[in-house]
């Protein structure tokens, strides 16, 4: 497993902004899907987005229409514009890529993944 390198998590008032990153390697983008899941201490792990090679983006519907994904190629980083922000959106949030994440399963996907980040905590406040 490889290791992605997130950033960009922080504490917010709800109805606020943030913009998480995550740096991939080079071919990553290829062959994979590469997609943002989120984690609340005794909870199950869920995906809440992910982008496919040829740029089609898919939502959980708990953040659909507030949250964005996006990359950039040529400087292989992906992007989790975060707008909208609700105290239940208060995780630890991980960027992966594999192939499973391509699937219409790819929100429950437990893994393994081929890559995988560390993780940048959000915190969101009332």
């Known amino acids: 497993q490889v290791q992605l390198a997130e950033s960009g998590g922080g504490s917010v008032q709800a109805g606020g902004s943030l913009i998480l990153s995550c740096v991939f390697p080079?071919?990553?983008?290829?062959?994979?899907?590469i997609g943002w899941f989120r984690q609340v201490p005794g909870q199950e792990r869920e995906g809440v987005a992910v982008?496919?090679?040829?740029?089609?983006?898919r939502y959980s519907d708990s953040v659909k229409g507030r949250f964005t994904i996006s990359q950039d190629n040529a400087a292989h980083t992906l992007f989790l514009q975060m707008n909208s922000l609700k105290p239940e959106d208060t995780a630890m949030y991980y960027c992966?890529?594999?192939?499973?994440?391509?699937?219409?399963?790819?929100?429950?996907?437990?893994?393994?993944?081929?890559?995988w980040g560390q993780g940048t905590q959000v915190t969101v406040s009332p």
């Open positions: 992966a890529a594999d192939r499973a994440l391509c699937s219409r399963h790819w929100r429950s996907y437990a893994g393994p993944f081929g890559y």
């Open positions: 080079g071919y990553v983008e290829f062959d994979n899907c």
């Open positions: 982008i496919e090679p040829y740029g089609t983006t």
